[in-house]
């Protein structure tokens, strides 16, 4: 009865004739299945025979439930591919094409186990690209594992290829290594200890472990497949991932890299003098995000010994006792604050311990504790692990629909009811290098030539990263960038440098003022349209972030927008601003002046204006003000708006202190940072003035002026009056310093 009854039910399936589980994945999908049933049925049959004989009667049918069930999972292994341990097949179907064949030869997987992401078995993934020179790089690499051991990790392999060449990589790559070869199918999960080649005409990307090929959309010589799956492999893997740079020409690979260190991941490139053609590389390492340098044979061993730190028990933060961290933690913001000026004990904790992570893992160090050893010895690491702990995510119209939303529902605001030679102002906070201050730039420019008037527009970037700012004001970006941008725009705003990639065409960048800023502890600027804040509250702390909201909204004129990031939001502040576009996460500043006043005063005015307010009462409880400062109140209100941008020096030019916005007169001077000197800093047009009336009011000990000097910033010459005067240094100065 048993076996009628299931005899009965195979005879109403409809059976796939390929070997796959589901008609889905099955695109020559057979309805009737004449093919695959009788063999099933037949297969089922004799495995009931063979469980009758072996089995006593009473046992298999005490539990038909049971037993049917077992002896449908044989007849699942019966009519699928089944693999040993090794992966290789030991049966398949005889209707199954070569290529389902090559497909079955893959690493086996219980089909009633749910493919799990490469994330959660907790394995590295490790991307490998390579252009011209490639294959030599490649072997080499391979050569280098360790023969008795499996590296722990799984290789997917992007080369170079012409559509219609045949890659002869995995017959390269199977004579280098124990580990398996596979060119990889549309779907294929990965897995550990295995190797995985791009086929030829394909772009492929991560997407939950497993490896989805796509058809190029981009033209032959203008493809990025090793940025494709490097990006993919960073969203999907985050910190397991690792990128590798080989030999090759152009810039494939630099922006991949980004996004993979912007995730907590690794980053590695071939050095050149092992490199036969060493463009790709050399545009990652100008990134400065690279962490090893190394020849391809080396390398191998170093990736061991990183992923045994960053992935093993070796040098993990979580497993130290939680008060030991955060006094070890406590001395590490103290030696970043010592070495860099900046305090980022403010920071969400678990960003700083995931990059700590990372750089315990790139030196082999396996203590939290005797990190901070290693940093209180080495300075270059201090500045390391800062650089690290600015590493963004960030391209050109990041998040289309957000640029989109700005662009349709916000710019044209902007310039309605403005009469022509307006100043349009906007302010980006933690810009990196740039790529989204000039995406708002090049918005604001298409939408002047589309009402074909002009205006004056500012854009504000700034970040407290000197070497971002430096490369965003150099405006070059690598090729790789026409994989964010629209064509018609790459044509408009940008222009090739044979060798380099693209700049920035020079009307957009006459718009930009880049300027280093720690938004946190520098005055704001002011009366902005525009602020662009993205990414950059979601790693800070809620107190942090309830500071930074009230500062937008006193930065910003009335009715001016907020652009947040897609994780970010205004908080308890709701009183301060209007929600726009929820999706979008655009703000307008609402004029809602008793919400303004329930801000703390300490909180909503920026630094340089914020009072002692100890002994202010809450006019809700109808409390007297008392002692409240209304002369210092009016005195910084009328400094702030009357008094021009003011530096104050010693007598050899260095900065003590800087009031108002000096970004059109002062710029960081390239190299390395260190104090400041008025001289190094200023602008063009401005410097032999400033020396030789700073020498006469020195001199004479009177103030001394030049008049009508001409100021060059981003290619526009402003009209500048100079004056210095000598100020009367106080308590805290030396009785014989002279401030000027």
């Known amino acids: 009865c048993e076996i009628g009854s299931i005899f009965s039910a195979l005879m109403s399936v409809r059976w796939p004739t390929d070997g796959r589980r589901h008609a889905r994945d099955n695109p020559s999908w057979d309805p009737y299945g004449r093919t695959g049933r009788p063999a099933a049925i037949v297969a089922f049959c004799v495995l009931i025979s063979a469980a009758r004989k072996r089995t006593p009667s ?49 690493p086996s997987i219980d089909p009633e186990t749910p493919t799990k992401p490469a994330l959660e078995l907790g394995f590295p993934i ?16 391979f050569s280098g594992m360790p023969s008795g051991a499996d590296p722990g990790m799984a290789f997917v392999l992007v080369q170079h290829l012409a559509p ?17 070869v596979f060119e990889v199918e549309d779907g294929m999960p990965v897995q550990i200890n295995c190797v995985y080649i791009i086929p030829p005409n394909r772009d492929m990307a991560f997407l939950h472990g497993t490896l989805q090929l796509l058809e190029p959309a981009a033209p032959r010589g203008q493809r990025l497949p090793i940025d494709f799956l490097f990006r993919s492999l960073a969203v999907d893997q985050r910190e397991h991932a690792i990128g590798v740079v080989l030999s090759g020409t152009g810039s494939d690979g630099t922006l991949g890299i980004r996004a993979i260190k912007g995730e907590g991941g690794m980053a590695m490139v071939q050095n050149a003098p092992s490199c036969e053609f060493e463009g790709m590389p050399r545009s990652v390492i100008a990134t400065g995000l690279v962490d090893y340098e190394l020849p391809p044979a080396e390398m191998p061993a170093q990736l061991i010994a990183y992923a045994s730190h960053a992935f093993g028990k070796l040098g993990r933060v979580a497993a130290t006792p939680v008060q030991k ?98 100043v349009i102002r906007v302010w980006s906070t933690g810009c990196s290098t740039g790529e989204e201050a000039y995406s708002i730039a090049i918005l604001l420019q298409e939408r002047m030539q589309l009402q074909r008037q002009s205006y004056t527009v500012q854009v504000f970037a700034t970040d407290i990263d000197s ?11 690598p090729e790789s960038i026409a994989a964010d941008i629209d064509p018609q725009r790459l044509a408009r705003f940008f222009v090739a440098e044979p060798g380099r990639g693209y700049r920035i065409q020079k009307s957009i960048r006459d718009m930009m003022v880049f300027s280093e800023q720690d938004v946190i502890r520098d005055p704001p600027f002011s009366r902005m349209d ?16 309830k500071r930074l909201i009230p500062l937008f909204h006193f930065a910003l004129k009335p009715g001016g927008i907020l652009f947040l990031g897609s994780s970010e939001g205004i908080g308890e502040f709701s009183e301060l601003f209007t929600m726009l576009d929820r999706k979008a996460k655009l703000f307008q500043r609402t004029e809602d002046h008793q919400a303004a006043q329930r801000v703390k005063l300490g909180r909503y005015l920026p630094p340089m204006l914020a009072l002692n307010t100890a002994h202010v009462r809450d006019p809700a409880k109808g409390l007297s003000l008392g002692k409240l400062p209304l002369r210092e109140l009016t005195e910084q209100a009328l400094l702030e708006q009357l008094a021009p941008p003011s530096a104050l020096v010693n007598a050899q030019g260095d900065i003590l202190y800087l009031h108002g916005r000096t970004g059109l007169y002062l710029e960081p001077a390239p190299g390395e940072t260190g104090i400041s000197n008025i001289f190094n800093m200023a602008r063009e047009g401005l410097r032999r003035d400033l020396t030789m009336t700073l020498r006469k009011a020195l001199s004479s000990g009177q103030a001394a002026h030049c008049a009508g000097l001409k100021v060059k910033t981003n290619g526009h010459y402003t009209v500048v009056n100079l004056s210095i005067c000598p100020v009367a240094p106080g308590a805290a100065a030396a009785p014989d310093a002279q401030l000027l």
């Open 126 to 141: 490790v991307g490998v690209g390579a252009s011209a020179g490639g294959l030599a790089a490649f072997e080499a690499f």
């Open 58 to 106: 009473r046992a298999f049918d005490s539990h038909p439930a049971e037993s049917a069930v077992g002896q449908w999972h044989k007849l699942h292994k019966a009519y699928h591919p089944c693999a040993e341990p090794s992966g290789r097949c030991i049966m398949a179907n005889r209707k199954t094409s070569k290529k389902n064949l090559a497909a079955s030869q893959a």
């Open 164 to 180: 219609d060449h045949r890659s002869i990589l995995s017959e390269l790559i199977r004579r280098c290594t124990r580990m398996q």
């Open 530 to 545: 525009l602020i662009s804040c993205r990414n950059l509250l979601i790693y800070m702390d809620s107190d942090l972030q």
């Open 467 to 477: 070497r971002a700012i430096a490369s965003a004001r150099a405006g070059v970006y």
């Open 325 to 422: 961290t955060e006094i070890v933690l406590k001395k590490v913001f103290i030696l970043l604050r010592a070495q860099t000026g900046h305090d980022f004990s403010q920071y969400k904790p678990s960003t700083i311990i995931r990059r700590i992570e990372r750089r315990m893992a790139v030196h082999q160090i396996d203590a939290i504790d005797n990190y901070l050893k290693f940093l209180q010895q080495t300075p270059v690491e201090v500045e390391a692990l800062f650089r690290d702990l600015l590493i963004g995510v960030t391209h050109f119209f990041r998040d289309p629909q957000a640029f989109r939303a700005l662009e349709e529902q916000v710019i044209p605001k902007l310039f309605a009811d403005r009469p022509a030679g307006t």
